[in-house]
């Protein structure tokens, strides 16, 4: 197959994992409410673990102005904060208790943007050599599933139905394959580097300020050794993928 083909097919599949979520259909409600929060915490390392492991290093290595880096990272982090104060403003400001919808949209579009720029990044590899494209794809498909899986549980926290859920994160999934068509048409030659510290940004925002909180809300001991746990362990799989993934490069 040529490279389009791959661009395309690895695209698709990509997308579909968002449908991870659907496992949840075959658990009773109590289940599911049990294991919504720790799927929080598992979103919030991933999201912080995907920004520090993987994206703010990628830009550092690419970016010859680092302090440019840094900028686009606070951009990103502050342009998050200026939207979820719009989007509480435009969903809450008639209502006097929590509102967990800002948080929502805020996952879809910082995961859409992550999706996005992802796809054009491997569409690139795959364009200069299909065997180093499939290990990038398979590396953001490790990267991915906790991840999908943990959206889904922020989507439902906030309010959402299943179904809802599952339609807007494979939605949300799609700009993968919309990043690749991109790429693949305008052949890079419009510089996009800096959107990978601008999404750096927004992960941070949304892991840091909105679903750590959510997190920490519980005061049972017991739960919150094991939202910790889940935590770390988002952390730990973004560590492991950049460790495993550095030393096939390197070999």
Same mark, same amino acid.
């Given at each position: 197959?040529?490279?389009?083909?791959?661009?395309?097919?690895?695209?698709?599949?990509?997308?579909?994992?968002?449908?991870?979520?659907?496992?949840?259909?075959? *658990?009773?409600?109590?289940?599911?409410?049990?294991?919504?929060?720790?799927?929080?915490?598992? =979103?919030? $390392?991933?999201?912080?673990? $995907?920004?520090?492991?993987?994206?703010?290093?990628?830009?550092?290595?690419?970016?010859?102005?680092?302090?440019?880096?840094? !900028? +686009?990272?606070?951009?990103?982090?502050?342009?998050?904060?200026?939207?979820?104060?719009?989007?509480?403003?435009?969903?809450?400001?008639?209502?006097?208790?929590?509102?967990?919808?800002?948080?929502?949209?805020?996952?879809?579009?910082?995961?859409?943007?992550?999706?996005?720029?992802?796809?054009?990044?491997?569409?690139?590899?795959?364009?200069?050599?299909?065997?180093?494209?499939?290990?990038? +794809?398979?590396?953001?498909?490790?990267?991915?599933?906790?991840?999908? *899986? $943990?959206?889904?549980?922020?989507?439902?926290?906030?309010?959402?139905?299943?179904?809802?859920?599952?339609?807007?994160?494979?939605?949300?999934?799609?700009?993968?394959?919309?990043?690749?068509?991109?790429?693949?048409?305008?052949?890079?030659?419009?510089?996009?580097?800096?959107?990978?510290?601008?999404?750096?940004?927004?992960?941070?925002?949304?892991?840091?300020?909105?679903?750590?909180?959510?997190?920490?809300?519980?005061?049972?001991?017991?739960?919150?050794?094991?939202?910790?746990? !889940?935590?770390?362990?988002?952390?730990?799989?973004?560590?492991?993928?950049? !460790?495993?993934?550095?030393?096939?490069?390197? =070999?």
């Amino acid at each position: 197959m040529n490279a389009l083909a791959w661009i395309l097919i690895t695209g698709v599949l990509m997308s579909l994992i968002a449908l991870v979520g659907s496992v949840t259909f075959v *658990l009773k409600e109590s289940t599911l409410h049990k294991i919504i929060l720790p799927l929080v915490a598992l =979103s919030a $390392g991933s999201l912080l673990g $995907g920004a520090f492991f993987h994206m703010i290093p990628a830009s550092l290595e690419d970016m010859v102005n680092t302090h440019i880096v840094f !900028m +686009w990272v606070l951009l990103g982090f502050t342009s998050f904060m200026i939207l979820e104060q719009v989007l509480h403003w435009h969903h809450c400001h008639e209502t006097y208790g929590g509102c967990k919808q800002p948080l929502s949209y805020l996952i879809l579009i910082g995961d859409g943007l992550h999706n996005f720029i992802g796809g054009i990044a491997i569409a690139g590899i795959f364009l200069m050599d299909v065997r180093l494209g499939q290990i990038a +794809w398979l590396a953001a498909v490790a990267h991915e599933i906790p991840q999908k *899986l $943990g959206d889904y549980g922020v989507l439902i926290h906030g309010g959402w139905s299943k179904k809802k859920a599952l339609l807007f994160n494979t939605l949300s999934a799609l700009t993968y394959l919309l990043g690749g068509i991109v790429a693949y048409l305008v052949s890079f030659r419009v510089n996009i580097d800096f959107l990978i510290p601008f999404a750096a940004g927004n992960f941070i925002y949304v892991g840091a300020t909105d679903l750590i909180p959510e997190v920490n809300k519980q005061k049972h001991t017991s739960d919150n050794l094991i939202k910790t746990g !889940m935590f770390i362990l988002g952390l730990c799989l973004m560590w492991m993928i950049k !460790m495993f993934f550095s030393s096939i490069q390197g =070999s």
